[in-house]
Structures are given as structure tokens and as C-alpha cells.
């Protein structure tokens, strides 16, 4: 075969594998193998040497144009392959913007002691209360003397608490509140007081220096045990759910006469007794009582006419039993890893 018709299949024969060529790394191969130093074409041109020289110049322009066309073809290709390339990014890049977006951030959740302070809010609301706050330094009168608790009264020294003088404090209760209630409002009335309230008390699982109460204070004409009962079943049955019991255990306030502790059936073990209830199949969740007619007196009204009744709670203990957390302090830590279980 002479040297002309080499060309000519090489041509064809190459032309045809470079249009083939499925991606960039396979043309720029075939490329090397017929226009490369040791490629088919490149052999072809070195034997041009033996040829006579008559024959030379037309093979060499013939080889040149082959080669020519070769490379357009290779350009081609190339370009080709890029657009199938670029085509495929645009795919695997495209945008829905109607898919449903990603959530920015995670929700987050109420801190189980609001969780807790809201349903007996609710409850209390729900039965006519309304909200009355007081100040977290308080009046030695207001948190102590005036609710039946002189100066000498040894039931002070269960509420230590901060002085920050002689006459005031930072108060141990939220009592100091129907102090202020009944010294700027006009009765009959429904109150819930909820607050911060302060002692001097070591922190261990089950004591803060800083908690968290509830007061609620009725005051009217012709008040009852029996209202206050049904005032607290109905809170702790929306806190604690319809199948707690709860009992009216004597007890001993200054500020109330008769005084009772609140006890509900333990969430825990049914009432069965276990080691939350100390065996007992009860936990104390709150103090109440009817007013201390001396404490009306104490804010200028006729204990003969006006009767109060009224109860304090721990928020922060209530929140424990509800959710079954047994040290207070993980209340405080906001360590979201906690919190988030709620
Ligand atoms: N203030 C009391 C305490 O912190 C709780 C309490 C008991 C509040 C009886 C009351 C009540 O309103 O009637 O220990």
C-alpha cells in the first residue's frame, strides 16, 4: 500500500474513534496515540524521509491536510464533550425552589418549670384570679410582722433571709403580697402572686437560696375550708392530671388559722409508697389555710366581715414532681442537653 492510501484510512479510521471518544480523558488519549511522538501519524511523517523527493511534496501536503483535520475534529470533539460535561453540572447543581425549605434553626421548648407555672396559672386564672405582684426586697413589716410574725416570733427562724437593713429584707415568701393586697385593693377579690422568693439555705437536691412560689389569696365574705379545697383539687388535678388524690393535713402558720399542708397521692408509685414519698404514698405540695383574722385587722378591715383564704406553693418543686426530676439544681443549669428532655 503506498503512502497516500496509509494516509487516507489512517484519516478515516481516526476520524471515526475521535468522534467516538465518550469523555475528555479518552480524546486527549486518542490524540496522543495518532498526532503524539510515537502516534500513527507521526510515524507515517518520519518515513517520508525515504520517499523520493518528486513524490515528497505532494504526500507531505496530502499529510499535512490530514493532520489539520484531524485536529478540527479533535476540537470538536472537545467542545462537544465540555457542553455534555457542563450540561450534567447544571443537573446535578439545579435549584427547586419549591422544595420545602430546611429549618433555620431548631424549635426549642418551654423550661419545665414554666411548662408547670403555666398550667397552675391557667387553672388559677380559669377561676376568676388575677395577677398582683409584689417587689423582691420587701418590707421586714410586710413579709414578716404585719402577717402575724413579730420581731421575738420563733416561726421566723424557719425563714432566715437576707437583710438588707434592719427593715428590709429579701423576701422569704410571696405572703408579703397579701399585705400589699389588702393594703391597696379593694376587696372582695382573687389573687395569684407569683415571684422569686430568697432564704438563707445550703443548695443540695432539694434546697435553692433562690426558688420560685405561687401565693393565692381570696379574700370575701363567709369563706370556707371548703372553697379552699375545691379552689386546690381543681389546680392540682390540671397540673397533675384527674386521678391524683389530694389531702388537708393540720398544720401550723401564723398567717392563717386553721393552717393545713396540701398533700397530693405520689405520681410515682401510685400511692403504693416508694422512696420520692418516703413510703408514705403522699407528697406535701403546698401551705394554706383561711386568713389569720389578725392579719385582716393588721390592714385596717373587720375581720367580722372580711375572711380571706389562702396558699402558697414551690413552683420549682411542683415542676419536679410533675416531670419526675429528683434534683433541683439540674433545674437551674439551663444545660440544654437537659431541658430539651421536657
Ligand atoms: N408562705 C408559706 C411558706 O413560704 C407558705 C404558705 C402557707 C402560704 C400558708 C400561704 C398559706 O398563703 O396560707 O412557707
Known amino acids: 500500500m503506498g503512502m497516500m492510501e496509509s494516509l487516507a484510512l489512517l484519516r478515516e479510521e481516526a476520524e471515526a ?10 480524546l486527549e488519549q486518542q490524540l496522543i496515540d495518532v498526532l503524539g511522538r510515537n502516534g500513527s501519524l507521526t510515524a507515517i511523517l518520519r518515513a517520508m524521509g525515504k520517499l523520493e523527493s518528486s513524490e515528497r511534496a505532494s504526500v507531505g501536503a496530502y499529510a499535512n491536510k490530514v493532520k ?51 398550667l397552675i396559672r391557667d387553672a388559677l386564672v380559669g377561676m376568676g384570679f388575677s395577677m398582683f405582684d409584689g417587689p423582691e426586697i420587701e418590707l421586714d413589716d410586710n413579709n414578716f410582722t404585719l402577717l402575724n410574725l413579730p420581731k421575738d416570733h420563733p416561726a421566723r427562724d424557719m425563714q432566715d433571709t437576707f437583710y438588707i437593713n434592719e427593715n428590709v429584707v429579701l423576701r422569704t415568701h410571696t405572703s408579703p ?5 389588702l393594703t391597696t385593693l379593694t376587696p372582695p377579690f382573687r389573687l395569684m402572686m407569683p415571684g422569686r422568693v430568697f432564704r438563707v439555705d445550703e443548695v443540695d437536691a432539694s434546697h435553692s437560696p433562690v426558688f420560685h412560689q405561687i401565693e393565692g389569696f381570696v379574700v370575701d ?24 388524690k389530694t ?42 389555710g383561711i386568713t389569720n383574722p389578725h392579719e385582716i385587722a393588721n390592714c385596717g378591715y373587720d375581720p367580722k366581715v372580711w375572711t380571706g383564704l389562702a396558699f402558697g406553693l414551690g413552683v420549682d418543686r411542683m415542676a419536679n414532681l410533675k416531670f419526675g426530676i429528683n434534683d433541683i439544681r439540674l433545674e437551674y443549669e439551663n444545660d440544654a442537653r437537659f431541658l430539651r428532655q421536657f
Not at 365574705?221 to 391524683?244: N, P, Q, Y
Open 17 to 26: 474513534s475521535l468522534r467516538n471518544c465518550q469523555s475528555p480523558e479518552e
Open 68 to 118: 489539520s483535520a484531524l485536529e478540527a475534529v479533535v476540537a470538536e470533539r472537545r467542545a462537544a464533550l465540555g457542553e455534555v460535561a457542563k450540561q450534567l453540572r447544571f443537573e446535578k447543581e439545579a435549584l427547586d425552589v419549591t422544595a420545602p425549605g430546611q429549618l433555620a434553626s431548631p424549635l426549642g421548648r418551654l423550661h419545665p418549670m414554666t411548662q408547670t407555672y403555666r
Open 177 to 181: 403580697c397579701e399585705i400589699r393586697a
Open 221 to 244: 365574705k363567709g369563706l370556707t375550708l371548703g372553697d379552699l379545697k375545691g379552689i386546690l383539687d381543681s389546680f392540682v388535678h390540671a397540673v397533675f392530671g384527674e386521678d391524683v
Open 247 to 288: 389531702r388537708l393535713r393540720p398544720s401550723y402558720f401564723p398567717f392563717t388559722e386553721p393552717s393545713a399542708e396540701l398533700d397530693v397521692s405520689c405520681s410515682i408509685c401510685g400511692g403504693k409508697g416508694c422512696r420520692v414519698c418516703k413510703g408514705t404514698g403522699w407528697i406535701e405540695i403546698l401551705g394554706c
